[in-house]
């Protein structure tokens, strides 16, 4: 019978941390405000949207995109009425349009509540 063979050493190698970039100080009296967002598409992947109320969900279900337009300001065209991001679309329910998402062809609403729901286009 054959000896079972043991495994030679196993070679380790380390290498030492890479020096971490130091932070950048500016000179004094530079204005160091973050530059605001620039209002863009909206990309996100939905919640189930459970907790919608009845009423925000038969209105989502009827309504009517007849178009968006994108780019740096996105905007959906409903009825003879074109609405930008932020703009109430029914002041009853508190829904507002909240962007698009051009790679699902999905117009975003959101009610009072914060729930957010969407409409093919």
Request: proline share 12%.
């Amino acid at each position: 019978m054959s000896a079972a063979s043991s495994p030679g050493p196993v070679a380790v190698t380390t290498s030492s941390p890479a020096a971490l970039p130091q932070p950048t100080v500016p000179p004094a009296g530079t204005d160091v405000r973050p530059a605001a967002p620039a209002v863009q598409t909206v990309h996100i992947d939905l919640p189930p949207a459970d907790a919608a109320s009845p009423e925000f969900k038969a209105f989502i279900e009827n309504l009517h995109v007849n178009g968006v337009f994108q780019g740096e300001n996105p905007r959906v065209l409903i009825g003879n009425s074109t609405y930008y991001v932020g703009d109430v679309i029914n002041s009853d329910l508190g829904v507002v349009f909240i962007g698009i998402d051009p790679d699902r062809e999905l117009a975003l609403f959101k009610d009072s509540t914060g729930v957010t729901l969407v409409k093919k286009y």
